[in-house]
C-alpha cells in the first residue's frame, strides 16, 4: 500500500507566500511523475504544476513565475513553493504520483487527502 500525506496549507494574505509538502510512504520501488492539483469552491480540479522523476517541470499558465516545483527522490517528497499568492488561488491542493508499487511492480496512481490553501485579499 502507498500513502500520500499533504502539508504546509492554511491561511495567508495576498502577497504572501506557502510551501506545500507531499511525502509518499509505503511498498515504493519509484516514483515517476508527481504533480499538484488543486480544486477551488465550484470549480473542477486543475493540474497546477507537475515534475517528472528526471527533474523536468510543467505549470499551470495562471501560476508560472509564482510557484515553484520540486522534489527530493531520496525523501520520495515533492514541494510546492508558493509566492505573490493571490485570492484566486484558494483551493484545496492535492498532491498525485505515479507510483511503481514494489509488491505489485507495477504502476499505480495515487493521491492525497488534500491540504486548504485560503488567501485572504
Known amino acids: 500500500q502507498v500513502r500520500l500525506e499533504e502539508s504546509g496549507g492554511g491561511l495567508v494574505q495576498a502577497g504572501g507566500s506557502l510551501r506545500l509538502s507531499c511525502a509518499a510512504s509505503g511498498s515504493i520501488l519509484s516514483i515517476n511523475t508527481m504533480g499538484w492539483h488543486r480544486r477551488a469552491p465550484g470549480k473542477q480540479r486543475e493540474l497546477v504544476a507537475d515534475i517528472t522523476s528526471s527533474g523536468d517541470t510543467h505549470y499551470a499558465d495562471s501560476v508560472k513565475g509564482r510557484f515553484t516545483i520540486s522534489r527530493d527522490n531520496a525523501k520520495n517528497t515533492m514541494y510546492l513553493q508558493m509566492n505573490s499568492l493571490k485570492p484566486e488561488d484558494t483551493a484545496v491542493y492535492y498532491c498525485?504520483?505515479?507510483?511503481?508499487?514494489?509488491?505489485?511492480?507495477?504502476?499505480?496512481?495515487?493521491w492525497g487527502q488534500g491540504t486548504q490553501v485560503t488567501v485572504s485579499s
Open positions: 498525485a504520483a505515479e507510483v511503481r508499487v514494489a509488491v505489485l511492480k507495477m504502476d499505480l496512481d495515487y
